[in-house]
């Protein structure tokens, strides 16, 4: 049983800012590779950003500079603070979780950027 529970997402204005979490529980004997992945209407899943086991980092251009991600320590819980938000950022978006050869994924947390 291994379970991905995000939490964060929300309304907010352009140029405005959320941070999302994910946290990850159950039968876990490792720290992960973890990513943020979004989706929006119409178009295919993107990565966001990723993070890896010992805090290696790497981001989508589209979002570099605005969006960070970050780890609690020694665990598989993980942050995505977004600053500058831009309409263009409206989606859903999902925590993903790489261990034992597979993926994990949470249920998604709906991002809206609106003015």
């Known amino acids: 049983q291994v379970q991905l529970v995000e939490s964060g997402g929300g309304l907010v204005q352009p140029g405005g800012s959320l941070r999302l979490s994910c946290a990850a529980s159950?039968?876990?004997?490792?720290?992960?590779?973890m990513n943020w992945y979004r989706q929006a209407p119409g178009k295919q899943r993107e990565l966001v950003a990723g993070?890896?086991?010992?805090?290696?980092?790497n981001y989508a251009d589209s979002v570099k500079s605005r969006f960070t991600i970050s780890r609690a320590n020694a665990k598989n819980t993980v942050y995505l603070q977004m600053n500058s938000l831009k309409p263009e950022d409206t989606a859903v978006y999902y925590c993903?979780?790489?261990?034992?050869?597979?993926?994990?994924w949470g249920q998604g947390t709906q991002v809206t950027v609106s003015s």
């Open positions: 993070i890896t086991s010992v805090g290696s980092t």
């Open positions: 993903n979780m790489i261990y034992q050869w597979r993926d994990y």
């Open positions: 159950g039968r876990i004997f490792s720290i992960n590779p």
